[in-house]
């Protein structure tokens, strides 16, 4: 049997089989074929390998597994019995091991050009009275192999894809620019919530240029329609606003009239004088001191 067919790891030096199940000092638990090369320990699977320190590895725990049974199937394979290793191949099939399945029957081909079960199995069909592969039989039959999505085409059908997928390129394109349009509209327009008079005028000037820039009837529209409903809604709200304060005052008013009244003081002042006596009133007063908090309208710049 050919080299093909032979796995790179049986050939390690003074490798010696010992299980396929390693624990490793971090908690994970890997599972494979193991080999020991006196170094490091390999942990093979199919067609992942691992390397592994051994300063890496808790314990090594033997069981059997797939890759035993691989390495007994392989081992027990005559090198000229195509129909035996096209069976291996079949089996290597069922155990999902599909590369190990595509050497075994191109091995079987190499042996026997005109097998059917193997040339099926790699995909090839009969065409013509000659075995050709898939690729070439599309050809064959006039169609076009289309690289990015690996598929073939007729040419029809192939213009019509690339037909659709420029139309979708413009439509991606039309919606990535609609997005960038919204996202920028919505960051002005959020300038028009506010109570600032001048924030909101700025948001509208601002609004209506990139409508011109744009050349948007549309959005000039949104623009005017969207300043006039926070204008009107800030004037009702401003209306509605109170401020609360605080008062403090001193209220000072006569109980009664003030009453007039002659003291010997004011004699002694007339006859000085030589005037009429003079005549004092006292007045009676009521204090009242106010403290209080009242709602006043506090309306907005």
Not at 4 to 13: E, K, P, Q
Not at 197 to 203: E, G, I, L, T, Y
């Amino acid at each position: 049997m050919r080299a093909t067919l032979l796995l790179s790891f049986l050939t390690l030096a003074a490798a010696s089989a010992l299980a396929d199940e390693v624990h490793l000092k971090d908690g994970q638990v890997l599972t494979g074929k193991v080999f020991d090369d006196g170094s490091k320990i390999y942990l093979v699977d199919r067609d992942s390998k691992h390397a592994l320190a051994k300063s890496e590895v808790s314990k090594i725990v033997e069981s059997r597994g797939f890759m035993d049974e691989y390495e007994e199937r392989l081992a027990a394979l005559a090198p000229d019995d195509a129909e035996a290793i096209f069976e291996f191949g079949r089996w290597l099939d069922e155990s999902e091991w599909p590369t190990r399945a595509r050497r075994a029957y191109e091995e079987v081909l190499a042996q026997d050009p005109d097998h059917r079960g193997a040339r099926r199995a790699l995909g090839f069909k009969l065409y013509e009275g000659e075995w050709v592969s898939p690729d070439e039989l599309n050809r064959r039959k006039g169609l076009v192999y289309f690289e990015d999505d690996g598929r073939w085409y007729t040419r029809h059908d192939l213009e019509e894809l690339k037909r659709e997928i420029e139309r979708n390129e413009k439509l991606r394109a039309t919606l990535a620019e609609r997005r960038k349009t919204t996202e920028k509209v919505n960051r002005i327009a959020r300038g028009f919530a506010s109570f600032d008079k001048k924030s909101r005028q700025k948001a509208y000037d601002e609004l209506t240029k990139y409508a011109e820039q744009i050349n948007s009837p549309q959005l000039r529209k949104f623009a005017d329609d969207t300043k006039a409903y926070y204008d009107e809604m800030v004037r009702v709200l401003c209306a509605q606003m109170t401020a609360r304060t605080e008062i403090h005052t001193t209220l000072t008013r006569l109980k009664r009239p003030i009453d007039t009244f002659e003291t010997p003081l004011g004699a002694a002042i007339a006859l000085t004088a030589a005037q009429n006596p003079v005549k004092i009133q006292l007045p009676e007063l009521s204090i009242a001191e106010v403290h209080t908090t009242v709602d006043i309208p506090a309306g907005c710049k």
